[in-house]
């Protein structure tokens, strides 16, 4: 079974811009989760979705939003982008009482 | 509020010694606790989970790790460290009822031959 795959892998925006992250889950798992990495804040959640109903929003602006579709897949966007959202964003997939799989992170780096 | 402390930012042991990581965790109820694994530039690889049942839970790896309710904690051991266990290691627990990961803020192992 293929893991959770994220694309892109690394990214380099500039701020104001804003960006697209993918990514696809392990095959039939409907549940999807998108965590923001970072040195000072370590690993924060920012987006639950169960079946492309968002079911928990971590503590982050506006700006920071996400979707999932019909086939699981999910995506997160983030608009006007600054220099503190650089970050490794993992988005983790499970099914069922487990414990989530993580892909291996879209590293963001914002200029 | 749900919280997970780890109190060893950085620990250093020698290849072939026992390893212990420690993780004090905040939450009402039984909770969901997780132990995962990095590597640098990787994401999380999970090691073990305990949701309920026996008190040790046995993982990938040859790790272990044992809930104590008395004393809110979910410590990760392993009898004999390999240098490829050198990585960031995070808990985390989970509520019931959402699939909300909160993490401890990591623990570096760093093995020396």
């Known amino acids: 079974k293929a893991g959770v795959t994220q694309t892109p892998r690394y990214l380099i925006k500039t701020r104001g811009q804003q960006v697209t992250l993918s990514c696809s889950p392990i095959?039939?798992?409907?549940?999807v989760s998108w965590y923001q990495q970072t040195p000072g804040q370590g690993l924060q959640f920012l987006f639950e979705?169960?079946?492309?109903?968002?079911?928990n929003k971590g503590n982050f602006p506006g700006r920071f939003s996400g979707r999932q579709f019909s086939n699981s897949r999910s995506e997160m966007n983030v608009s006007t982008l600054e220099l503190g959202d650089s970050a490794l964003y993992l988005c983790?997939?499970?099914?069922?009482?487990?414990?989530?799989?993580f892909g291996s992170g879209t590293r963001l780096t914002v200029v | 509020a749900q919280s997970v402390t780890q109190p060893d930012i950085h620990i250093t042991v020698s290849e072939g010694a026992s390893l212990e990581l420690r993780c004090n965790y905040s939450?009402?109820?039984?909770?969901?606790l997780f132990w995962y694994v990095q590597s640098p530039g990787q994401g999380l690889q999970l090691l073990l989970k305990?949701?309920?049942?026996?008190?040790l839970v046995q993982g990938i790896k040859g790790f272990e790790a044992e809930f104590k309710r008395s004393q809110s904690s979910f410590n990760l051991r392993k009898p004999s460290v390999h240098w490829s266990d050198a990585a960031e290691y995070f808990c985390?627990?989970?509520?019931?009822?959402?699939?909300?990961?909160?993490f401890g803020t990591g623990t570096r192992l760093q093995v020396f031959p």
């Open positions: 983790a997939s499970k099914e069922g009482r487990h414990g989530y799989t």
């Open positions: 095959s039939g798992h409907r549940s």
């Open positions: 979705y169960f079946s492309e109903t968002q079911r």
């Open positions: 939450y009402g109820a039984t909770p969901y």
């Open positions: 305990y949701f309920s049942g026996d008190t």
């Open positions: 985390a627990v989970g509520a019931q009822n959402t699939d909300k990961l909160i």
